[in-house]
């Protein structure tokens, strides 16, 4: 069933704010193979201008995914997750996400188009810190498979 | 943000270094905890064929971390990133053996951007058991 249209546009509330982990980015810059000392070394870090470690390009999209799971779970949108694949994924970036960073995004679903049965959507996630500023915006497109007829 | 590759020393064409990454189900596993992904396609080979894939298969996210790796350590900089962006066209298999699958990643500065902004955008292939796994996957940087 297509969804409905009326919920482009729609903007769900700033979540509370993730507070970024030293350790976390360096769990996950390790997950990753990543070995680039900005990640794990606060003076490796300011040598390239950073105030403290940075986190590598695509951490920020835990923080957005879970965010986008504010759209992705509300009743009235009706998207069945279980059929849900990832499709597209971008970053727009004003800054490299930090350690100590409290960062909090507000999602908005910018399209929902249906093609061959298969419902696609388009979150935006806009994350800010705590002073407001912009860090990073991520745009997720997610695909819901159409059913198998039975 | 301090790029080592000077905008200057740069021309569309240029290459950057390409690199292999491997992965195995423990690289999946160790993933899936730092990211919070537990979706069960990326470690259970028995949920994975009963959704009608081949096996258990990577993150997108994973083999988009990879990817940029190659952008991140030719500028030097992480930060010297300003957009990213892919589509996922094909998954990555990821058997469950000693060697797992590959992931190869290679890329070249497409364009000049700005001059002034000191930006190139990067377009990047990566690629596993012969099949791209990434489309319109590009990078735009910020260089020195």
Do not use: A, E, M
């Given at each position: 069933m297509a969804l409905d249209?009326?919920?482009?546009?729609r903007t769900y509330p700033p979540t509370d704010p993730y507070e970024v982990g030293r350790e976390k980015i360096r769990e996950f810059a390790e997950a990753i193979g990543d070995t680039n000392p900005a990640y794990t070394d606060a003076e490796a870090a300011k040598a390239l201008g950073h105030s403290d470690v940075i986190a590598p390009p695509t951490f920020v999209f835990a923080i957005t995914f879970k965010a986008a799971g504010q759209v992705i779970e509300d009743p009235q949108l009706g998207l069945d997750y279980s059929r849900v694949v990832h499709g597209d994924q971008k970053f727009a970036y004003t800054r490299p996400v930090r350690s100590g960073d409290r960062l909090s995004v507000t999602s908005t679903i910018e399209a929902i188009k249906t093609m061959a049965g298969n419902d696609i959507i388009d979150i935006r996630g806009e994350v800010h810190d705590e002073a407001g500023e912009h860090v990073v915006t991520a745009f997720t497109k997610l695909v819901a498979r159409a059913a198998q007829e039975a | 943000m301090t790029a080592k590759i000077s905008y200057d020393e740069v021309e569309a064409g240029t290459e950057l270094p390409a690199q292999t990454f491997p992965v195995s189900r423990a690289t999946l596993v160790q993933y899936a905890g730092a990211s919070g992904?537990?979706?069960?396609?990326?470690?259970?080979e028995k949920f994975a064929k009963e959704v009608g894939l081949p096996d258990v298969i990577a993150h997108g996210m994973f083999t988009m971390a990879e990817a940029i790796r190659v952008v991140t350590d030719w500028a030097g900089d992480p930060g010297a990133v300003a957009e990213y962006g892919v589509r996922f066209t094909k998954p990555v298999v990821v058997p469950d053996d000693e060697t797992g699958a590959l992931i190869e990643v290679s890329a070249k500065v497409a364009a000049k951007l700005d001059d002034d902004d000191r930006t190139v955008r990067v377009d990047l292939t990566a690629m596993s058991a012969g099949q791209k796994?990434?489309?319109m996957s590009r990078a735009v940087v910020r260089l020195a």
């Open positions: 249209q009326s919920f482009v546009g | 992904d537990f979706n069960p396609i990326h470690w259970n796994v990434l489309g």
